[in-house]
């Protein structure tokens, strides 16, 4: 499976980019001297930023006629037409509820979610965390495989270290053993837990929500 | 003693100095008009392809309709390429062990793509629309050139900003009936009906086609 690359730079990375901070030192002499001063990064990039989209991300289009290529698919999907955007739903979880969404795509890749007005939980809106899945998507953190160290592995080398945690639970009872999961309203995920505590009595399981519902129920039961 | 300079320096003096001028104001044409020329444009150039594709063949000589491969060109804002299976639809029949056409087999076989390079494009900052042009009667000759002609595909129309602004000023004389739009060999004629015509057929609206929020969006 091919390593994923970062979709993007952002400003303050590209600032940091040697080759392309030479580049805009010709096209702005004084540049290395005002990011030199003692002034805050974040001041100098916000002075900066209009000369960094510029210098970085071009004007240079003006010159001849640009190059590229067209690439069709080998059999095309169906539904798919090249250039038009597209939905999908989904569902996104939020404290172990889910609620239907719709994902518009551009020829796969997600632009836009929005709530789905079938679904009850969402009846056509969303909450502004659901909005922000968009970034997920492209987080270049996110799983795209088995990996160990930060290296792909393969999935006999998944199954086997699987099988070695299994033998070292077996010896232990589970003792120093712990399933850190996020809020789950899944009663598959709830059984399967269970089977395990049955099977290991010591495992313990912790669930944590960063925006969890507590305030919500403690607010509740105030009233 | 004499003079250091002869009375002819005095000319080679200012032939020099006029030549630097001219060579300067040189220069600077040069620089300003390579990247508008048609050689820097690539015009009429046709890029090696990884199969020598022909339009004349498929399209003059077998009578492919240019939608059979460029399917959304009525839709959408891209015209779209023919899926290697496309291709193979004929040509598991035809031709089927031409060395040509390995590329192609190949593409099918091992699910890769095929990669053309591109010959009409325009950079990311322009928004253009294919599915607009179609629709209000602009056929593909008007910025493709004799596509049908070509035995290799070549860039027929230089697709600068002037090129663009040149027909959106007065588009009224280059539209043409809906059944000529595929045929590239189309020019007006007496049997065209007059550009005001067309214009109101086509409800191209009476609105300032040359703002630049047209195309830089």
New interface residues.
């Given amino acids: 499976m091919p390593q994923v690359k970062a979709q993007w730079r952002s400003l303050e990375e590209l600032a940091q980019d040697s080759q392309f901070l030479l580049r805009v030192e010709q096209e702005f002499p004084g540049l290395a001297a005002a990011l030199s001063a003692p002034r805050d990064r974040r001041e100098t990039l916000t002075l900066m930023a209009a000369a960094l989209a510029l210098a970085g991300a071009g004007l240079e289009g003006c010159d001849g006629a640009p190059e590229g290529h067209l690439i069709p698919a080998v059999r095309q999907p169906p539904g798919i037409v090249p250039g038009m955007s597209d939905y999908y739903s989904n569902a996104h979880v939020e404290g172990g509820y889910a609620a239907g969404t719709v994902v518009k795509h551009f020829m796969g890749r997600p632009i836009k979610v929005e709530g789905n007005p079938f679904h009850p939980a969402s009846l056509g809106a969303t909450s502004p965390i659901a909005q922000a899945e968009l970034l997920n998507f492209y987080d270049p953190r996110r799983s795209w495989g088995v990996t160990r160290a930060k290296l792909p592995r393969s999935r006999a080398a998944l199954e086997q270290a699987l099988a070695e945690q299994r033998a070292q639970l077996a010896a232990t009872g589970g003792a120093g053993f712990a399933i850190l999961t996020g809020a789950s309203t899944s009663p598959t995920l709830a059984a399967q837990l269970e089977a395990l505590r049955k099977a290991y009595s010591q495992i313990r399981w912790l669930h944590w929500e960063p925006i969890g519902r507590e305030n919500v129920k403690k607010g509740l039961e105030s009233v | 003693m004499g003079s250091v300079f002869r009375p002819a320096a005095n000319f080679w003096a200012s032939l020099t100095l006029l030549m630097l001028a001219l060579a300067a104001v040189a220069f600077s044409l040069v620089v300003w008009l390579w990247?508008h020329s048609d050689y820097?444009?690539?015009v009429n150039s046709a890029p090696a392809q990884p199969v020598p594709f022909s339009h004349q063949h498929h399209v003059s000589g077998l009578g492919i309709d240019c939608r059979y491969c460029h399917?959304?060109v009525e839709?959408?804002?891209?015209a779209?390429?023919?899926?290697?299976?496309?291709c193979m639809t004929c040509h598991s029949q035809i031709w089927t062990d031409a060395a040509l056409l390995a590329p192609v087999r190949d593409?099918?076989k091992d699910?890769?793509?095929?990669?053309?390079?591109?010959i009409a494009?325009?950079?990311?900052?322009v928004y253009f629309d294919h599915s607009i042009h179609i629709a209000k009667g602009v056929g593909c000759s008007s910025c493709h050139g004799d596509v049908a002609s070509m035995a290799l595909t070549y860039?027929a129309m230089s697709?600068t900003m002037q090129f663009c602004l040149d027909c959106h000023r007065n588009p009224g004389p280059r539209l043409r009936p809906k059944d000529k739009i595929y045929n590239t060999r189309w020019t007006r004629d007496a049997t065209t009906p007059a550009p005001e015509l067309l214009l109101a057929e086509y409800g191209v609206p009476q609105r300032n086609l040359t703002d630049c929020s047209i195309c830089h969006r």
């Fill in positions: 990247p820097a444009r690539r399917a959304s839709v959408s804002s891209n779209g390429m023919p899926p290697t299976y496309a593409s099918l699910d890769r793509p095929l990669v053309w390079r591109r494009d325009v950079p990311d900052y860039k697709l």
